[in-house]
């Protein structure tokens, strides 16, 4: 038999990672299985001593006990807060986007029309051989 665990094996597997080795040898081992098994149960009463002092802060603050019933109710509830507060920017978000896209179409119409009326305005004027200014100045033959 090979010799037993290190600390560092008996942590690992106590975190959850995989290693065949060690879990091996922890299947086969009694002594390393009874050791495993204590600090199992050490840290299970480590959990339970740290939850109930906790607690006891808590209630000498004066914060309520933690409620489990109240838990489950919460999620739901910021939840739907959410889902509530992102309806109420999106959709009129949305609206004004549909209204100023209409809005912007028919100033986009009569943006073209103005420029169409400026460039025959400038057509005219252009084509003309003498400038306006300078048509009573003009010889005629």
Known sequence: MSAHLKPEEFA???LGI???APATHLNACPQCRTEMETMRQTLGSF???AASWSEEAARQVGLP???T???VWIRPAWVLATAAMLLTVTIPLSVWRV???KLAATDVQAQISRDNELLAHIQSEVGETTPTP???LQVNP
């Open 65 to 67: 006990p933690k409620q």
């Open 69 to 71: 019933a109240l838990r």
């Open 134 to 136: 300078m048509q009573p």
């Open 99 to 101: 209204y100023n896209d």
């Open 18 to 20: 995989p290693a065949s």
């Open 47 to 49: 959990r339970a001593a």
């Open 12 to 14: 690992d597997l106590l």
